[in-house]
Nanobody
Framework: QVQLAESGGGLVQPGGSLRLSCAAS????????MGWYRQAPGKQRELVAT????ITNYSNSVKGRFTISRDNAKLYLQMNSLQREDTAVYYC?????????WGQGTQVTVSS
């Protein structure tokens, strides 16, 4: 199983930007299905974005504002034009040979 560790969360004003990172033990291969999910208080965990073999997919709520990317060591989520509705704990996910792994999450709070 892949060990994942997110970083980069914090408090940001509406309209601001943050970049989340997710380090993976053993590195990241293009064949891995990697993704970012988020969970707001009182809500179910939801998909934010995924990347697999360079193909990206975004939820409608973040399309045009967030960008998912990866290199050989980390998964990233560049978040621009942040809105209060983006406040949540953000989780990194990896699916490798059918096994799903999660990080511990990083809090993103959008507030003035």
């Amino acid at each position: 199983q892949v060990q994942l560790a997110e970083s980069g969360g914090g408090l940001v004003q509406p309209g601001g930007s943050l970049r989340l990172s997710c380090a993976a033990s053993g590195g990241i291969f293009s064949s891995y299905l990697m993704g970012w999910y988020r969970q707001a208080p009182g809500k179910q965990r939801e998909l934010v974005a995924t990347i697999n073999y360079g193909i990206t997919n975004y939820s409608n709520s973040v399309k045009g504002r967030f960008t998912i990317s990866r290199d050989n060591a980390k998964l990233y989520l560049q978040m621009n034009s942040l809105q209060r509705e983006d406040t949540a704990v953000y989780y990194c996910n990896a699916v490798v040979r059918g096994m799903s792994s999660w990080g511990q999450g990083t809090q993103v709070t959008v507030s003035s």
